[in-house]
């Protein structure tokens, strides 16, 4: 029997610009969003979760012939669903409820519809999430790692769960989907909000509020309870004029022993930059100077004042690079890395305090060493220590090979006293919110968080798990790996405001523990970036947020291999690990170590090992596997169990969206071609799922983690992915191409429909084409092979190309001549006989070219006509002799104008008719020649026109709107 189901909006089309500018905005937002709550890796925007959620769930109009008729009417409806997700995906429209109810009213009626029901009046919002939370299918995360997709399904109104082999990432889940929902509306419960309260004071905070209220409360205890402790072992620093100021940082350089004999074993300092600030006016350095008093012969000088270029760019130098290892600054004797590499292992790395970086009064003063400073950050002994070895794998880790070989060891004496006592610091805050919860009237509730309570030990628990993130957040900040940051140079920023201060930079400005020769100590207590209370001003703000009023969501810590899925039938929509590309377990070990001091008790099933889960992780790690190729499929077969596991739980009524990750290198001109994909498509087909639908997402910043200059995640592909019928038949490969050329074409419209850039049109007709090959059980080859995905893939991009190229030939021959001319010259001059060769070719006059304005004459050459001298009074409605190049580069030309813009160039696109489908499909024609002639500049304006097609489609349908109502009025006065 045939399963019958209704088609999802995500099969057929999605406005992909407006997620992809939305996805790429929200790496640039920090304040309040959730990853900030705690570092995870290659987060999936919130803007794409949404949109594909929505997506998978609403249904295409074309589900519903009764109710949309037509194909225009389908066509005018898809539109509106557009700009819903166009109105959602914002980072703004994430706290804004008309807006959220509007999409959440929409998965309503879907599946309102499908139950043969009406759904709840589109104001009622509490109706419409109780519908949801009854009747819609949930969505489950298998792969659930930072939490965003569960999290949009929460925000969506939907049953959110998720899992993750990872408990650091179970964790972060839990602390976004799990624990607010729980105590949402509970006003805070220190002593300072409730003597507010209790003096007439009214709570009216929203969400978990009063949570966050808590967390910054006992956070500051914290603080102020660990600096009466250990105060002592973080000095001030004395200023030129006598007064004291408080530390921001003190700035470290490891030392080896001199390889040159003459030394006699002194140690010698590798710094890769003597720049302390660059900023113009407020220049300071490092000086080391010869000093046979000091010791090891050295010393350090903290100078300021001005440089030239070239002596700023030496001392920029350091004593060691990144290629030519260090430099001896005794006797100028080279120190490759290699000889660096053994004494690191073998005696050890020295260290010495090199400056001082004070707050003072308006800005950063930078002050020489002393002492004083130096003994007292030496001398501090911790009674413990992290457990675990860093992993052998130099991609990722660097310092092993340099003898920094452990998580203890990349931690300084003094770091580690203090990140200890906060750790210990979070039990005896959970003892006080424990005793403060049953004062202010929590339910006595003894459960605790983990076994699912509610009440006041819960409650203590939450606190306790925030004020852990707060302690993760200060490592970053505070190890021996964190360098200086000497800010830009000159006194802007690129962006024109004020140039940033140099500050510590983080462990994670990638994904990996780099090897860092100097160093920055940040001062725990001080109010700068790696202060204890920075921290918290990052956790604090994705509190106060507000909270869907559904019930919590859940997060597990699962094996994605061997999920049996806690609930089913779910909805899945899932962004699995890529490949090789991060090391998920080893990086978050990092945290887990601090985690697990702070919180065994509160979470003692995901602490319960050293350090997380290794063997099981879904990475293809070389190392850890043996080798590339057992790497590789130890990869391959865990993604198919956990493919296979997907198909099982899934519903049959909605599609599966799993998100495929890739590298810059896999992008080709004929769209992913590494043998990666192929390989990954072909797991999600032997797991006996049909793609029919691969939609590519920009969600990457030029700046993301991995680093600019690095094979990075560039962008992602989401696959749409229904269940293989049982009764799947078999065809030929004639049979294949014959059914490409039959449904490609509609599918393609309907992409271009959607406003898909030619940019992406490539990696978008993938999905209807693996829609017709994965649906089937087999194709068979004219060997009585199974053809692969590989060969599929090449196929579908064949038959577009043939597709492409038969367009032109339903041109007008007009645009005909001008394709083929732009094809060879652009908007070059050339011979008039040129011109005539072609025009006869397609027995089209001359001089008919000439008077419709699509070609110049210049008197024995000619041209196409450039745009700048296109006629400005140009309306579709006066041509005689309308032609769709016309129509395509008046319509470029209008919507930039600056007497243009979208409005009028919506006009134009209303006189043309019939031809304002053929003028969009030349954009995507003329956008795939300038992209292969190697024209970047007109490629753009082709992709951004064609981008923009469907707003101005629908800025002409809202102008014919008002001509006809203007002129009814008209008729009726």
């Known amino acids: 029997m045939t399963t019958v189901f209704r088609k999802k909006l995500i099969e057929v089309s999605i406005p992909l610009e407006a997620i992809n500018v939305a996805s790429a905005r929200e790496k640039s937002i920090r304040h309040g969003h959730p990853s900030t709550l705690h570092l995870w890796w290659a987060r999936r925007p919130l803007a794409a979760c949404r949109a594909v959620l929505f997506a998978q769930l609403v249904d295409d109009p074309s589900s519903w012939p009764d109710r949309f008729p037509t194909e225009e009417a389908q066509d005018i409806e898809r539109r509106r669903l557009h700009r819903i997700i166009e109105d959602m995906v914002p980072w703004e429209a994430s706290n804004n409820d008309a807006i959220l109810n509007a999409a959440r009213w929409e998965i309503a009626r879907s599946v309102a519809w499908g139950l043969g029901e009406e759904p709840p009046a589109k104001g009622d919002g509490k109706a419409i999430l109780d519908y949801l939370q009854t009747k819609a299918p949930p969505v489950y995360d298998p792969f659930s790692g930072g939490g965003s997709i569960p999290l949009e399904a929460q925000r969506l109104g939907l049953r959110a769960y998720g899992s993750d082999l990872n408990p650091v990432a179970v964790l972060i889940g839990k602390a976004l989907v799990e624990i607010p929902p729980k105590f949402a509306g509970l006003p805070p419960v220190n002593p300072k909000s409730r003597g507010e309260i209790g003096r007439g004071g009214k709570w009216n905070g929203k969400g978990a509020q009063g949570l966050s209220e808590d967390v910054r409360y006992y956070g500051q205890w914290m603080r102020d309870e660990a600096e009466k402790r250990i105060g002592h072992i973080y000095p001030k620093a004395k200023l030129p004029d006598g007064s004291e100021a408080t530390v921001i940082a003190w700035l470290w350089a490891r030392t080896v022993r001199s390889p040159d004999p003459s030394a006699k074993g002194a140690m010698v300092p590798l710094v890769s930059s003597f720049m302390l600030s660059t900023k113009e006016g407020k220049k300071n350095w490092v000086e080391p100077i010869l000093d046979d008093t000091a010791q090891d012969g050295w010393r350090f000088e903290v100078k300021r004042g001005a440089l030239t270029k070239a002596e700023e760019e030496k001392l920029k130098e350091g004593t060691i690079g990144r290629s030519n290892g260090g ?73 092993p090979i340099y003898g920094l070989a452990t998580f203890a060891s990349l931690f300084t004496p003094r770091q580690l006293v203090a990140l200890t006592t906060f750790s210990d610091l979070v039990a005896e805050v959970r003892a006080k919110v424990l005793i403060d919860a049953r004062a202010a009237g929590l339910i006595e509730d003894d459960a605790p968080l983990h076994s699912g309570g509610s ?202 969206a799993i998100y495929y990750a890739f590298k810059q290198s896999e992008a080709a001109a004929d769209g992913v071609t590494s043998a990666g994909w192929a390989s990954f498509l072909q797991a999600v087909v032997d797991a006996g799922l049909a793609v029919d639908g691969t939609w590519p997402m920009r969600t990457e910043m030029a700046s993301r983690m991995i680093g600019r200059d690095s094979n990075a995640l560039a962008s992602s592909i989401v696959l749409v992915c229904r269940k293989r019928a049982a009764a799947a038949a078999t065809i030929t490969r004639a049979d294949f191409i014959r059914l490409l050329r039959r449904e490609l074409p509609d599918a393609i419209d309907d992409i271009r429909k959607a406003g898909v850039g030619p940019v992406d049109m490539q990696q978008s007709v993938i999905g209807p084409g693996m829609g017709v090959f994965s649906r089937h059980a087999k194709v068979m080859e004219d060997d009585d092979h199974a053809m692969p995905v590989k060969t599929a893939l090449s196929l579908i ?111 134009l696109v209303t006189e043309m008719g019939p031809k304002a489908a053929e003028a969009r499909a030349l954009a995507y024609r003329l956008f795939e020649i300038a992209t292969q002639k190697g024209w970047a500049a007109e490629a753009l304006i082709y992709n951004e026109l064609a981008q923009e097609w469907p707003k101005l489609e629908d800025l002409a349908s809202s102008a014919n709107v008002r001509a006809s109502t203007a002129a009814a009025q008209a008729e009726l006065f």
Request: contains cysteine.
């Open 455 to 656: 009440g006041a030990q819960a409650y203590a628990d939450a606190v306790g798990t925030y004020l852990a993130f707060m302690i993760d957040r200060t490592t970053d900040r505070n190890c021996s790996i964190c360098s200086w940051d000497s800010g830009p140079s000159g006194t802007k920023a690129s962006t024109g405001g004020s140039a940033r201060t140099a500050s510590v930079r983080n462990v994670f400005a990638r994904q990996a523990i780099p090897m860092t020769w100097d160093y920055a100590e940040s001062n725990i207590f001080s109010e700068s970036g790696g202060g204890i209370l920075s921290a918290l001003d990052w956790i604090e703000p994705v509190l106060k947020r507000p909270v869907v009023a559904t019930g919590p969501g859940q997060i597990h810590n699962i094996n994605a291999s061997k999920n049996s899925f806690p609930v089913r039938p779910v909805v899945i929509s899932t962004d699995p690990p890529y490949y090789d590309n991060i090391g998920y377990a080893d990086l978050s070990d990092f945290f887990y170590v601090w985690l697990r001091r702070a919180l065994l008790s509160v979470w003692p099933d995901l602490f319960r090992r050293l350090t997380t889960p290794k063997a099981e992780e879904l990475v293809a790690t070389p190392y850890r596997h043996g080798g590339k190729d057992q790497a590789e499929a130890f990869f391959m077969a865990g993604m198919g169990e956990a493919l296979t596991a997907m198909h099982n739980a899934a519903t049959d009524g909605e599609p599966l």
């Open 797 to 907: 991009n064949r038959v577009w190309e043939e597709l492409e190229n038969e367009l032109d030939t339903a041109f007008d021959a007009e645009t005909q001549v001008a394709l083929a001319w732009f094809a060879a010259y652009g908007f070059d001059k050339k011979k008039s006989g040129e011109l005539i060769t072609l025009a006869n070719a397609k027995n089209v006059p001359s001089s008919s070219l000439f008077s419709s304005g699509v070609f110049k004459d210049l008197r024995g050459d000619t041209a196409l006509t450039p745009r700048d001298e296109l006629p400005k009074d140009w309306t579709p409605a006066t041509d005689k002799s309308l032609t769709v190049w016309e129509c395509v580069q008046h319509t470029t030309r209008v919507l930039n104008a600056e007497d243009g813009g979208g409005a009028a160039a919506g006009r």
């Open 327 to 399: 430099t001896c600054i005794l006797s100028g004797a080279s120190m490759p890395f290699s000889y660096i590499r053994d004494q690191g292992k073998t005696t050890g790395l020295g260290v010495r305090l090199m400056a001082i970086v004070a707050q003072g009064r308006q800005e950063r003063v930078y002050l020489t060493q002393t002492d004083q400073h130096s003994v007292l950050a030496l001398s501090a002994k911790p009674d413990w220590f992290p457990d675990g070895d860093l992993p052998n794998n130099p991609r990722n880790f660097n310092t």
